[in-house]
């Protein structure tokens, strides 16, 4: 079974600075692995995919994630944080369902980035 | 464009009505998908759909049903036996077969009370 575990709850730096959200996943097969941002009272939209080309992919607004597949782990990162960065972050791993019947997307709990003037 | 629509974006309701979210998309996406979202637990999956006339449970279907009748529309009912319907919703849809990689409208907020 596939799951995703995100480190961190609440995560604040200061703008300009480095952001690093932290997602772990478990799967018995090789992931697809996502990330999400959802600005308050809205949906979400997609950063970032990883399909088993290129372990190091470029998202949308500066973002980028590394596959690791020897530490389970799909890290997010951003050189350098904007204000408009502040939303909750969500990572997601493609889950699998046995007998040929549709699969869908197991999410992490989720987490809030606050950014400091 | 194409996208996903959910109506109403705010919705109020008594305890022990039922009520219906609205979810279209005209992306052409076979499966569809709705999500309950409470703070701090992420998405949790309610019911998915692969095809038309076809639907399967989720994770935390009880005190939900949903009916498949045209490819675009995916409606989710919240019926009085859901103990807390007060929450987030989110409908999303999918085509890719292989990763499962999915498109959300921007939600219904409902409030019971």
């Known amino acids: 079974a596939q799951s995703v575990t995100q480190l961190g709850s609440h995560v604040s730096v200061s703008e300009g600075a480095l952001v690093l959200l932290r997602c772990n996943y478990s799967s018995s097969v090789p992931p697809y692995l996502f990330w999400y941002v959802q600005y308050p009272n809205q949906g979400l939209q997609l950063l970032l995919k990883y399909t088993s080309a290129a372990t190091l992919v470029k998202g949308i607004n500066g973002f980028e994630a590394e596959f690791k597949k020897s530490e389970t782990s799909f890290h997010l990162t951003k050189p350098s944080a904007h204000m408009s960065d502040a939303a909750e972050y969500f990572c997601?791993?493609?889950?699998?369902?046995?007998?040929?019947?549709?699969?869908?997307?197991?999410f992490g709990k989720g987490t809030k980035l606050s950014v400091k003037p | 464009d194409g996208g996903i629509t959910q109506s109403p974006k705010y919705l109020f309701r008594k305890e022990g009505q039922n009520v219906t979210l609205s979810c279209e998309q005209n992306?052409?996406?076979?499966?569809m998908y709705w999500y309950r979202q409470d703070p701090g637990q992420g998405l949790r999956l309610i019911y998915y759909s692969q095809i038309v006339n076809d639907f399967q449970k989720g994770d935390i279907a009880e005190g939900y049903s949903v009916s498949r009748e045209k490819k675009e529309s995916f409606p989710l009912t919240v019926t009085s036996a859901q103990k807390n319907p007060t929450a987030f919703y989110l409908c999303?849809?999918?085509?890719?077969?292989?990763?499962?990689?999915?498109?959300f409208g921007p939600g219904t907020r409902l409030t019971v009370t």
């Open positions: 999303a849809s999918s085509t890719d077969s292989r990763t499962y990689e999915q498109y």
């Open positions: 997601a791993v493609s889950s699998y369902r046995l007998g040929g019947s549709q699969g869908n997307l197991i």
């Open positions: 992306l052409n996406h076979d499966a």
